[in-house]
Every structure is written in structure tokens, then in C-alpha cells.
């Protein structure tokens, strides 16, 4: 990964509260200093999907209906509320790059383009550029997208930047790029 990229907006306090939020093992807190692995990185996303689902009850049901994407608001409402709802897709995926980056991963944002489905399965064209994930390359070269906040159909764990690769997902469902 070329290039320099933004600093996180978290700390180490927020990392701590995080970890304990999402109730990560002992061997993979940052405190322990582990190895930027696919499965340090697996953990964090399993643990994330596991605690922080995508809902998007805010764009319906608020106030003012205006989602706050500024990070240490996203970390408020998502970790140290405690009201045990959690966001849409944008706002969970800011926050965890964040998080990701507080961490020391090399991770950057980019848009996605998703299928719309028909009787619960995608089907047709791909419409426009609707989603977010993180990208994250790790010491060993490979990379990985994450994508913590797509709902249903999203990934339970890293997919490989590689073209066509299936990954098994949850059942017999497989996910690709």
C-alpha cells in the first residue's frame, strides 16, 4: 500500500474500551502487541460483526435524521452508549477503520458498488457506489477487504484481494470479490 494515510482518530483508551466492548481474546489485545495476521485480523472482524451489526434504524427513526459520521461520535454512539444499537454501513465502517488503524494495520477506505436482491437473492446489474469497506494489507503482502457492516449477505470474516477466490461464509454460501 502506497502512500501515506490519514491518522486514526483513536487512541489507545479507545482501542482499550473497543476490545472490551467487542470482548476480544486476551491473546489478541493490543496491549499484548500481536502479529498483524490474517487471524488477528479475522478476530477483530468476527468479534466486530458479533457485537456492532449493521441496522439503520437512525435514518428512519431520529429526530433530525442527519447521521453524524465524525469518529468520536461514531465511537460514542457505537461503543460507550451502551444503548445496544449500532449503525449503518457507513457509520460502522468509518469507525472500524479507525479502530484498525489506531491498532497499526495499513487500511484504507473505498466505495463499493453492490447487487440489489430479488426473493432474498442478489440478482441483476451492480447500481451505483452505495457502500464502504476498508482494504487492508498486511506484512505478508496479502490483502484483504473488510467489510464489517453490510448486514445479512456481508462477509463473516477477511476476503483475499484475489479475482474470483470463493470464501466460505456462513452455510454453504460462499462470498467473492
Known sequence: ???????????????????????????????NQPAHTLA????LHVHTISTIPYENLSLHYSKTRVVDLDPQRLFQKLVTDGRGRDGY??????FFN???RALGFQAYMTGVRIRLRKD????GDHIGWTHMV?????????QHMID????????????????GQAVQNLGPQEVRL
Open 148 to 163: 464489517v457492516a453490510f448486514g445479512g449477505d456481508g462477509a463473516t470474516k477477511p476476503i483475499p484481494l484475489l479475482h
Open 98 to 100: 479507525h479502530i484498525l
Open 134 to 142: 476498508s482494504i487492508v494489507a498486511l506484512p505478508d503482502g496479502s
Open 89 to 94: 454501513c457507513m457509520e460502522v465502517s468509518i
Open 1 to 31: 500500500m502506497s502512500g501515506t494515510l490519514p491518522p486514526a482518530a483513536y487512541d489507545t483508551s479507545h482501542v482499550t474500551q473497543f476490545e472490551k466492548y467487542v470482548q476480544l481474546p486476551e491473546k489478541y489485545l493490543h496491549n
Open 40 to 43: 488477528y485480523l479475522t478476530a
Open 120 to 123: 432474498g437473492v442478489p440478482s
